[in-house]
């Protein structure tokens, strides 16, 4: 009795458990999809501020610190809103003043003797 009974909802069960497989799958597939474009998305924003502050170390060149920095926050803003990327004040602070430590630092080693020996 026990063996029909089965035998008779199996079809039912293994309908229910191709819907929830199915259900489990899309909504993985959903969030994995908002994963890749958000890493996507900052890696673009990341791509942005760092061309940006070469941009503004090469045309600045008069310019005084807090210039630049103005500068490249208001470049970098134009730039990302043209893309339809939202940055956050204190994410293009930090990612600029990264970049600009990470400029200098690549070129410029303030311990290294600049007059030969």
Same mark, same amino acid.
């Given at each position: 009795?026990?063996?029909e009974?089965?035998? =008779? ?6 309908? =229910? $458990?191709?819907?929830?497989?199915? =259900?489990?799958? =899309? ?6 999809g ?5 890493? /996507?998305e ?8 760092? *061309?940006?502050?070469q +941009?503004?170390?090469?045309?600045? *060149?008069? $310019?005084?610190? #807090?210039? *630049? ?8 803003? @134009?730039w990302?809103?043209? /893309?339809?990327?939202?940055?956050? @004040?204190?994410?293009?602070e930090i990612?600029i @003043? ?5 400029f +200098?630092?690549? +070129?410029?080693?303030?311990? #290294? ?5």
């Open positions: 009795m026990e063996q009974l089965f035998n =008779a909802l199996l079809p039912y069960i293994i309908s =229910a $458990l191709g819907t929830v497989i199915t =259900a489990v799958a =899309a909504w993985l597939g959903s969030k994995l908002k994963y890749i474009d958000s890493q /996507k900052s890696k673009l924003i990341r791509e942005i501020i760092s *061309k940006t502050v +941009y503004v170390e090469q045309v600045g *060149k008069s $310019l005084g610190s #807090e210039e *630049k920095f103005d500068l490249a926050k208001q470049k970098a803003i @134009e990302a809103n043209s /893309k339809g990327l939202q940055v956050s @004040e204190i994410e293009l990612l @003043e990264a970049f600009v430590n990470e +200098y630092g690549s +070129y410029f080693d303030p311990n #290294e003797s600049v007059v030969s020996e």
